[in-house]
């Protein structure tokens, strides 16, 4: 009899299962697929790797700038594809070996009870029951995948070599980042977006900036466009990054009454599930399909099985962030929303040209934007787009957890020569716009 069940290996499940480790519990861990679900195998990490080598590749090709010659530059997918691979299998054995003390079993779950689960014929009984069965990616009615020519973010990591023509349909975080992937490549890449802008979650600022830096790259964007209205012929490849749906199809008895919405799984604000003891975190919640968020949740729901004292999970500073070229990151509230807080919203603003570690780099192009609640009411959000944006936006995460105001960033020190002196830098001289 386990104190836990876990279904799904990804960073819900492999987190939650590790807090219940941590704190003593007898627990088992059940994959279907590899350890690292899909953030390991077909998300984050391989996503992040190719696109390390594609910067590396468009920094080589202006290297001259910064006097180092090169000759001969030339890509070689095979290496970069084998590269992408040990990073992800060095991080898997990573994973595995912390596995001690977690029953790990690599098989197909169906919960066939409050407390039961069946691997492979055999029952497996528990007193709790974490659903950490992520998402797979959504296919359109008029563009089924055929694995070939139309196909997933899946297949776009595991390509043959990289594709002569391109089209991305969908401008949000996924396309957008493979849009920009490719195209550094050497791919002529066309992203149709059918809402106004790409990126419709970020502020409408930082949508348009990435729009007109991703022209002068040569991609094409179509926004608030209809697919139907497009020609298909010249494309190699149609990458479909519309959506994800939720994991839970002939996961669950059906007499288990176990409330579904669509695919999600519907959790209460204790990411407990309609059933009382299972609960649910991760992608297939659908509230927020970020793997540091899935994560997060795994271990809010772990906590709340076992401790008197439950907590909410909290869905307000949940850090974004985007590997386009320049990056993107937000947290918190933006400034198209600020309007709506109750308080009276400041934005202070810092360009990346006055930055001296952005002249160094020669990457200058973008701004932070910080939003506080009033002079001198503590940050609320921020969105920026330039250089290291996804690590300088942990600054203003902390920021808005610590509960920071503009009057206690003036009075800190920040190291120069840094990107992060930025940060800083928007509350001392913008005075809030
Ligand atoms: P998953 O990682 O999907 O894991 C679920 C696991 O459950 C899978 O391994 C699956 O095989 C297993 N499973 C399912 N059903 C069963 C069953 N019945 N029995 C046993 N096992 C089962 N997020 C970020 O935060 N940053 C990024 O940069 C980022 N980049 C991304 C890039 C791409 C291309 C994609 C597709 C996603 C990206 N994401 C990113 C999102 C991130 O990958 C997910 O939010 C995260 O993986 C969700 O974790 P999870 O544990 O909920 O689910």
Known sequence: MYDLAVIGAGWAGFNAALRAKELGLAVCLIESRQI????????????????TCAKIFSLAKRSAD?????????????????????VIRHLAQGMHSRMSGINFINSVAQITGPGEITVDGQVIRTKFILIATGSSPAELPELKFDQERIISSDQALTLGQIPQSLLVVGGGVIGCEFAGLFATLGSRVTIIEKMPGLLPAEDKEVSRKIESIFKKKGIQVYTGADLSTLDLKPYDKILVCTGRTPNSQGLAAQDLGLVLEGHKIIVDAYLKTSVGNIYAAGDCTAKSMLAHYAAYQGVVAVENMFSGNKQAADYSVVPVC??????????????????VYPGQAKVYRFDFRANALAQIAD????WIKIITAGDNGPVIGASIIGPQATELISVLSTAINAGFTAVQFRAMIFAHPTLAEGIQEAFKHSGGI
Do not use: M, Y
């Open 66 to 86: 910064f006097g180092v010659e090169l000759d001969n530059l030339r890509l070689n997918w095979r290496l970069i594809q084998e590269r992408k691979n040990k």
């Open 36 to 51: 690292g679900g899909t953030c390991l195998n077909h998300g984050c990490i391989p996503t992040k790797a190719l696109i």
């Open 363 to 366: 990457e200058t192009e973008g």
């Open 322 to 339: 985007i590997f386009t070229d320049p990056q993107i990151a937000s947290v918190g509230v933006k400034e198209n929303a600020a309007s």
